[in-house]
T-cell receptor, first 114, second 116 residues
């Protein structure tokens, strides 16, 4: 069975500081991995995805993530946080490695302090 | 272009009543998914439609939940005899078959269901 674990339900950083949101996965097949962001009272928006083409993936709004097979991790980073980055972030793995549903982590709420 | 739309945006219903939630996917997307988002359970998969194949209903929590997709487009999620634990935000997503497992799922804004 596949699963995703996000370490830290809440992360708080200062504006301009590094953002690091952790995600570890479990998968018996080569995984397709995703990071989604959800702003208050909105739906989910894709930040970036890993599809085996490259281990370092760049996404929107300055975010990037690195796939590390040896660590079964796909952590999300951004060098410098903006106030507008405050949101909830979800890591997900595609079930079955094909077009199945996404299996989500519990989410990490990011707060950005001025 | 138009994204995934859902209606209603909010629904308040009394315990025991039936409700229908609607999803209009992005035109041309063959895959359609329903998820539920609640405080205690996070984001849970409910059901998945792919083209003309039989739907994957493995995430439906009980037989009170059902869904259909007519003409390969619009989908309706029906909850019969609603219970308070059904209160949640119901999210619909669609995706193209292009890209296989890496295809992005596009999410709608959700329907917030409150059962009183």
């Amino acid at each position: 069975a596949q699963s995703v674990t996000q370490l830290g339900s809440h992360v708080s950083v200062s504006e301009g500081a590094l953002v690091l949101l952790r995600c570890n996965y479990s998968s018996s097949v080569p995984p397709y991995l995703f990071w989604y962001v959800q702003y208050p009272n909105q739906g989910l928006q894709l930040l970036l995805k890993y599809t085996s083409a490259a281990t370092l993936v760049k996404g929107i709004n300055g975010f990037e993530a690195e796939f590390k097979k040896s660590e079964t991790s796909f952590h999300l980073t951004k060098p410098s946080a903006h106030m507008s980055d405050a949101a909830e972030y979800f890591c997900a793995v595609r079930r079955g490695g094909s077009q199945g549903n996404l299996i989500f982590g519990k989410g990490t709420k990011l707060s950005v302090k001025p | 272009g138009a994204g995934v739309s859902q209606s209603p945006s909010n629904k308040v219903t009394e315990k025991g009543k039936d409700v229908e939630l609607r999803c209009d996917p992005i035109s041309g997307h063959t895959a359609l998914y329903w998820y539920r988002q609640s405080l205690g359970q996070g984001l849970e998969f409910l059901i998945y439609f792919q083209g003309n194949s039989a739907p994957d209903k493995s995430g439906l929590p009980s037989d009170r939940f059902s869904a259909e997709r007519t003409g390969g487009s619009v989908s309706t999620l029906t909850i019969q005899r609603t219970q308070q634990e059904d209160s949640a935000v119901y999210l619909c997503a669609s995706s193209s078959i292009v890209g296989g497992g890496g295809a992005e799922q596009y999410f709608g804004p959700g329907t917030r269901l409150t059962v009183t």
